[in-house]
Every structure is written in C-alpha cells, then in structure tokens.
C-alpha cells in the first residue's frame, strides 16, 4: 500500500497543470513543493528501481499472486520513471556529471521520456490507485 500512496503522490508533483485546472488553490502547494523536486525525484527514483529489482528477486509471487506480482512490477517501473525524470537534474549533478557517457545516455533516455511525462503521470495515478485497492485484495 506504501507504494501505492507514494506512487499516486508522485504522479501528482508530476503532473502539476492537470492538477491546477481542477484545483486553483492547489498552486501554492505546488510552489513549496519546487525547490524539493529534484531530492523526491532522486529518492522516488531510487526507490522505483528498488522495487524493479525486488519483484525480480520475488518472481516466485508469479505462482501465488500473479496479479499483484504484475502491479507491483508496473507501479515499480512507473515509479522510477517519473523518479528520473522530476530528479534528472539532481542525477545529473550528484551521479552523473564525472562521467560523460553516462550522463550522454541519460540525455537521450530523458528525451524519450520528457514528452510522455504528463501521460506518465496519469497512469501513475492510475496504477497507484490500483495498486492501493490491490494491496487490500491479494496481500
């Protein structure tokens, strides 16, 4: 469930435009939130990969719990994504900017991803709502 909540939260530093259309006064929140970005994403990040390699490691659920194994691996997944991409300027500061072929790399994977990021962000929400209400069912 932890994964779920967090997911959701970070679908929404994502995707602050949809958030402001329906909720105006939701910018000021917003706006704290900023300078933090790069330190959520990075940790979001992090912990995204954490998860990718921790239902790797449990792929024996595929047997017991094939449905929350799959949820886990996608929210894990969505997670790291919108992780590099709210924390790449962090990344880059922090891991890799003595290397230049790591950080060429991490340019061209950003590109790919940076005009997806709004959609990445609705099927964080998506998939973190699922995950919260799958969290009751299978666990």
Request: charged share 15%; hydrophobic share 55%.
């Amino acid at each position: 469930m932890i994964y779920g909540i967090s997911l959701v939260f970070l679908s929404i530093v994502a995707v602050p435009s949809l958030i402001l259309s329906k909720k105006p006064n939701a910018k000021e929140l917003l706006e704290k939130i900023e300078p933090y970005q790069g330190w959520i994403g990075l940790i979001f990040c992090i912990w995204g990969i954490w998860g990718i390699i921790s239902a790797v490691l449990n792929i024996g659920w595929l047997t017991t719990v094939p449905i929350w194994w799959g949820t886990f691996l996608a929210g894990s997944i969505v997670e790291a994504g919108l992780g590099f991409m709210l924390g790449y300027g962090m990344i880059n500061k922090l891991l890799l900017s003595k290397n230049p072929e790591a950080r060429e790399k991490a340019e061209k994977l950003r590109g790919k991803i940076a005009p997806k990021q709004g959609k990445l962000g609705l099927l964080g929400i998506a998939v973190g709502v699922w995950m919260i209400v799958a969290s009751f069912i299978f666990i």
